[in-house]
């Protein structure tokens, strides 16, 4: 297996009767970490940084979801449908416990998965995320078109916008992040279609004007992570996440945004392994 990301192959596994794309680095064997990605994303926007510095103590897995980049099917419209299908694709892999990894929309997705499947899961780690029905996070559509426009005109990355302060220093650290992007540069993943855009976009909507009630079944450990300021899923939303999750610890990177484990890769990954290793 790979010890870096950059070189991880692709791989696909059946799950019921759909291929899900795959890749997985690190040493084989104990509790797998899973990632869960983004809204657009596909394996290649995972930072290297972050998913080399958690293989070089864990095995880790990062998968596109049904219908998501060179994976198959079409991508459900609710959360709840993403996190059957996560499940599903944990389980084809043969394994009976995880530690989930959930980034942004993916935080999400883990969150039902540690609600419906308990057993699965041993611990979570929340980044730039928030509960069903926080605020802002049904306006995600809107932001995303604003910040599209807006990175056209200025010929810039809608993640320079997106992920990152406006500052010198965020805009620096946005600039490292999608370098950082391009290191792989063979067996690239497929983009994701429009069509997976809008289901993702509806499941984030309703995931918006949903309700955090269930939360406090959640008595995995949980890290919570984010920059202080998300504009995509308000950093508000991860106090919330940290006040009701039963137990729960904080981590809130200063001059941050959505990408904030991202731009503090580094301090991130210790705080990450740390806590995976408890």
Known sequence: MSTRFENAANKSVDVNGTYFVYR?????????????????????????????????????????????GGSGGSTPKTVEEMAADATAFIEALGFNKVDLLGFSLGGFVSQVIAQKHHALVRKIILAGTGPAGGEGIANVGAVLQDAL????????????LLFFTQTSEGQAAADDFLRRLKERTGDL???????????????IQAWGQGDSARLGTVHHPVLVANGDHDVMVPSVNSFVLARKLPNSQLSIFPDAGHGGIFQYHTAFVQQALAFLQQ
């Open 189 to 203: 993943d497929t983009p994701v279609s429009n069509e997976t855009v809008q289901a993702q976009l509806a499941a």
């Open 149 to 160: 426009g807006k990175a056209a005109a200025a010929n810039k990355n809608p993640k320079q």
């Open 24 to 68: 997985e680095i690190g040493k084989a064997g104990g509790i797998p970490v899973v990632f869960l990605h983004h809204l657009t994303a596909v394996l290649d926007d995972w930072d290297p940084r972050v998913v080399d510095g958690l293989a070089a103590k864990r095995h880790v897995i990062a998968f596109d979801n049904r219908g998501v």
